[in-house]
């Protein structure tokens, strides 16, 4: 069964103070991995999408990371504004699958 | 900034009653899903719609469970006779045609909280 498993289940950080997500996942055969951002109330919104292992991918303050078992996220010098749950999600080989499997996500939350 | 659109916000029925849950994807995409989020869990994919047929449904959409897009602007989802464990936030996502490989990013609406007491 293909599993995707993410840690901590939260975090709590200071403003500026860097750190990082991480996601292991076990899988038949990787497609793709992503990363969303969901805030409270709302649907996940895209971030990145990494294909292969030493595969890299940034934006602002993200910065996402992709090995053979899993993938990290790192936050550096976040702000307030970076809090959120932040979900992993794969796309496995097979047919025409397009449904993507998610993790239950880091709950972020950045203090001033 | 085009968006996916859902409704109701919040829905509350009784057991055994059927519920339809609508989306308007954004207009140029042709890729339909389904997911939901059972409070406190994780995202969990139900359907996907292309063409005007099912491309793939996980485990979860069982029989009472079915999909449609009666027009050109909508897509929605049907859940004949509810259950206890069918409360979940459900969202609807779309996204573009055009792409020979998936790249993952879907479009979200905000989701439709179903309550089934």
């Known amino acids: 069964e293909d599993q995707v498993t993410q840690s901590p289940e939260a975090l709590r950080l200071q403003e500026g103070e860097s750190s990082s997500l991480n996601c292991s996942y076990t899988?038949?055969?990787?497609?793709?991995l992503f990363w969303y951002r969901q805030d409270p109330g709302k649907g996940p919104e895209f971030l990145f999408t990494?294909?292969?292992a030493g595969e890299e991918k940034e934006k602002e303050r993200l910065k996402a990371t992709l090995t053979k078992k899993e993938s990290f996220l790192h936050i550096t010098a976040p702000k307030p504004e970076d809090s959120a749950t932040y979900l992993c999600?794969?796309?496995?080989?097979?047919?025409?699958?397009?449904?993507?499997?998610f993790g239950k996500g880091t709950h972020l939350i950045i203090q001033p | 900034e085009p968006e996916v659109t859902q409704t109701p916000s919040h829905q509350v029925t009784q057991m055994g009653q059927e519920v339809i849950l609508r989306c308007v994807p954004i207009?140029?995409?042709?890729?339909f899903y389904w997911y939901r989020q059972i409070l406190g869990q994780k995202v969990e994919f139900l359907v996907s719609?292309?063409?005007?047929?099912?491309?793939?449904k996980s485990e979860i959409f069982d029989d009472q469970f079915s999909v449609e897009r009666p027009d050109g602007s909508n897509f929605t989802l049907k859940i004949r006779s509810t259950k206890l464990e069918d409360s979940a936030m459900y969202f609807c996502?779309?996204?573009?045609?055009?792409?020979?490989?998936?790249?993952?990013?879907?479009?979200f609406g905000e989701g439709s909280r179903l309550t089934v007491l």
């Open positions: 996502a779309s996204r573009p045609p055009g792409l020979a490989t998936f790249t993952g990013e879907l479009f």
């Open positions: 899988v038949s055969g990787l497609r793709g």
């Open positions: 990494l294909y292969s």
């Open positions: 999600a794969v796309l496995v080989a097979g047919g025409g699958a397009d449904g993507l499997t």
């Open positions: 207009s140029n995409h042709l890729y």
């Open positions: 719609f292309y063409n005007n047929e099912i491309s793939e």
